[in-house]
């Protein structure tokens, strides 16, 4: 339960509105995933084109999700705000969304046009970069340091809760129709952008001259770069382990409504997640995660996926993910926000776009060696908080 306390170092209209807009960005990934194949196929190009497309997206949103971060803070420096990063970036994105069923239902295939297709969807999934980490940023407006856990759950509750439905949501989302469906991804990114703007409070004035003497701080950085990636392969991993543990135990290959259910409880997890950060701490918080999620992992190979190891993978994955952002905003000066969320979501890009090159056949990791592997994942994650805490210490007794 919030305290008094809480609501005052908390706005919550606006990070109610963030989490609108992050439920817009879950949305039309959620959109594009499931049609991707199928317009591929519609325009000519064979479906397996999908997953080099991916590969490319992510590993291109690895170099550009720091690059807009960076440049946002550069605005926000010399402009006084991030806003034509949030904005625009919106504006075009919803705008190349719709764009993309347009392309497949307006324009005939022929072999001149055809490349038109890829290259609307590459520009869009690169347009979602420039706004996502400035966009995130604001949550260090909407909350005290001490309170960003908790205002961070609401956000990852939303998008967690769409995400959710994902498994089952394919024939409903193929059956509107791909202009119908675009559409209302669109018109959702761009209502969210105009609410936003609205609530946005009035960003303080930047000392420039302090600002200038604020060094980058590369190995920050590179701890944020490398817990993004260790993170990534983690909930990869452990993804395709608990799939595979669930159809063997359940003597099935649809477990996509145990999936619905699982998703719902790591969204709904989000907010006692931020609760129990805020008491102990985020980077403490995390690496209870981490320290609650790797036996479990190991565990379920050998007992299955029972009741009690769900749980532990539940509260361990919402302590991990709910507290990614307000670790890169508590490890970076605030000079360096927006980079620093940046480098995180680059990491995770990273971590995806190699996934898919080094494991492009994930029925043949069997779970105990998937289970190992994202074990592994986990620690980096775990290592690379670990030491951010000891340096943060040590400049501290500094």
Same mark, same amino acid.
């Given at each position: ?224 770069? #490398?817990? *993004?990636? &260790?993170?990534?392969? @983690?909930?990869?991993? %452990?993804?395709?382990? /608990?799939?595979? +543990? $669930?159809?063997? =135990? ?87 926000? #927006?980079? *620093?969320? &940046?480098?995180?979501? @680059?990491?995770?890009? %990273?971590?995806?776009? /190699?996934?898919? +090159? $080094?494991?492009? =056949? ?37």
């Amino acid at each position: 339960m919030t305290t008094s306390t809480s609501r005052l170092n908390i706005l919550w209209v606006q990070v109610w509105v963030l989490a609108a807009v992050q439920g817009a960005i879950t949305l039309t990934w959620l959109i594009y995933n499931i049609y991707l194949p199928q317009l591929l196929t519609q325009f000519g190009f064979p479906a397996s084109l999908a997953v080099g497309l991916v590969l490319v997206e992510n590993a291109l949103g690895a170099i550009l999700e720091p690059l807009m971060g960076g440049l946002s803070d550069q605005a926000r420096r010399w402009v006084g705000t991030r806003f034509p990063f949030i904005s625009g970036g919106m504006i075009l994105s919803a705008t190349l969304f719709i764009a993309i069923p347009c392309v497949v239902s307006l324009i005939p295939p022929t072999t001149v046009m055809r490349s038109l297709l890829p290259i609307v969807l590459v520009a869009w999934a690169l347009a979602m970069t420039i706004f996502r980490s400035p966009a995130m940023c604001l949550l260090g407006m909407y909350a005290t340091p001490a309170q960003l856990p908790l205002a961070v759950s609401f956000v990852t509750l939303v998008g967690g809760v769409i995400g959710a439905f994902r498994p089952i949501s394919h024939k409903f989302i193929l059956n509107l129709g791909p202009v119908y469906t675009f559409a209302i991804g669109s018109f959702v990114m761009l209502g969210a952008a105009a609410v936003l703007r609205l609530v946005n409070p009035p960003e303080a004035p930047v000392d420039r001259h302090q600002a200038e003497t604020v060094k980058l701080p590369l190995q920050k950085l590179a701890l944020i770069l #490398g817990t *993004g990636f &260790g993170v990534a392969w @983690g909930i990869r991993f %452990l993804m395709d382990v /608990l799939a595979k +543990v $669930l159809k063997n =135990q359940l003597n099935t290959d649809n477990i996509d409504v145990q999936m619905v259910w699982i998703g719902l409880a790591i969204a709904i997890a989000s907010i006692p997640a931020g609760m129990f950060a805020v008491k102990i701490g985020n980077s403490q918080a995390m690496l209870c995660g981490i320290c609650a999620i790797i036996p479990s992992l190991l565990i379920m190979i050998s007992v299955g996926a029972q009741i009690p190891i769900i749980v532990l993978l539940v509260a361990g994955f919402s302590l991990i993910v709910n507290g990614a952002i307000p670790f890169a905003l508590g490890l970076v000066p605030q000079r360096w926000a #927006g980079l *620093g969320i &940046g480098m995180y979501f @680059g990491g995770f890009a %990273l971590a995806m776009s /190699l996934f898919g +090159v $080094l494991f492009p =056949q994930l029925q043949g990791i069997t779970p105990p060696v998937g289970a190992i592997a994202g074990a592994l994942a986990f620690l980096l994650a775990g290592v690379c908080i670990v030491v951010s805490s000891i340096s943060e210490t040590q400049m501290n007794a500094e």
